[in-house]
């Protein structure tokens, strides 16, 4: 593995002689995969903590009519599927796409609930992380289901900053390009976004 476990928002802080016991005795898995490469797909059973020690990836939703929205996207170092891994279901009910050229390390289940369960430290990171996922899908739902498009583009901005990428600001949306480009007009026009050269920022 090319990243330091404790530079991980889960084991920061924890118990190393507690984390590498366990570890020593189930390491988890070592997977690349190059930008573009699915690394889990919706519907399918989720076994592991995704662990992004490189890179970025992007988590999309497609209903059975094929319409794709693209719920969330994450840099390195981050965690993946944790509010997952424990569920009833235990499936993904996303698809996890490759961004970039990325690591992951794959932590079996039971290892992940042995080393919780003997270190307070990396069990309240634990709760810190998904409750930090559900908030994050809880301001998603909202910009989605009850906000205006204009109303998303001005959220999205206010915690990304500029755009500078309209094609790929629409795929993170869930929008046409053409349908984001004539709300992004719309709000120039409105004096609440100004150009600046490729980029539109807020005024």
Not at 3 to 15: N, S
Not at 83 to 109: R, Y
Not at 154 to 167: A, K, T
Request: charged share 20%; aromatic share 10%; glycine share 6%.
């Amino acid at each position: 593995m090319q990243c330091d476990i404790y530079d991980i928002p889960l084991f920061r802080g924890g118990d190393r002689k507690i984390i590498e016991n366990v570890l020593d005795g189930s390491p988890g898995k070592y997977s690349e995969y190059e930008k573009g490469e699915i690394i889990a797909m919706q519907g399918y059973a989720c076994r592991f903590l995704y662990v992004l020690c490189s890179g970025s990836v992007y988590a999309k939703m497609v209903s059975e009519e094929g319409k794709e929205f693209t719920l969330d996207a994450l840099s390195a170092p981050e965690v993946l599927a944790s509010s997952f891994i424990f569920s009833t279901e235990g499936i993904f009910p996303v698809t996890m796409i490759a961004s970039t050229d990325c690591e992951l390390w794959l932590l079996g289940k039971e290892s992940v609930m042995t080393i919780i369960r003997q270190d307070t430290a990396v069990l309240r990171n634990y709760l810190t992380v998904i409750s930090d996922h559900s908030m994050f899908l809880s301001r998603r739902l909202n910009e989605f289901a009850l906000q205006s498009l204009s109303s998303r583009i001005i959220s999205y901005m206010e915690h990304n900053g500029p755009i500078d990428n309209l094609q790929e600001t629409a795929f993170i949306l869930g929008v046409a390009r053409p349908s984001l480009s004539r709300a992004v007009s719309q709000l120039v026009a409105q004096g609440s976004l100004v150009k600046d050269g490729k980029a539109y920022r807020l005024k």
